[in-house]
C-alpha cells in the first residue's frame, strides 16, 4: 500500500491506515525533524543514563550540552559504556530511523570532536517504541 502526502513524498507502509486521523498521526510522526544541533546539544527532554560493562549505573544527566568524552571516557583509554537515551518531547513521539540516526549523530559527532576511536552498536532491539522509553546503545572507546 503507498499513501501519497502532498508534498509529494511517497511513503510505503506495511500496514493498513484506517482513517483519516490515523494518516494524519502517522504524517506528523513520519515528518518531525529529526536533525542533529550543529552546537552538540541533545533535544530538549532528554534523559541520559549511562551504565557500565555490568549495567551498573555510573551516571545520569538531563543536561542538553552533556558531553560523553568528558563525562564518561576522559580518564579512560578503553571503556565500554552502554548509554541509555530517553526523549520526553512532543516533537520525539517513537524511536524511528530517522530518530535512531539523529541520537547516533550526536553521539558520533561528540565523540569525534574529542578524537576518540570508537565503536557504537545498538543494543536495544525493540525498534519503534515510545521515545519516553530508553533507548540503550553500546559504546567501546579504545
Known sequence: MQLIINFAHTLILPFALDSPQSATKFHEEASM????????????????????EDMVLIDQSQDLKYDLNDNLFQAWTD????????VHSKRWRRWSPDALACIEAIIREDLEFDGNEFSLRRHTRKRLHPCTEGFVWRIHVY
Open 79 to 86: 571503556r565500554i559504556v552502554y548509554l541509555e537515551v530517553a
Open 33 to 52: 525533524p529529526f536533525e542533529p544541533s550543529p552546537y552538540l546539544t541533545w533535544p530538549r527532554g532528554i534523559r541520559i543514563s549511562a551504565y557500565d
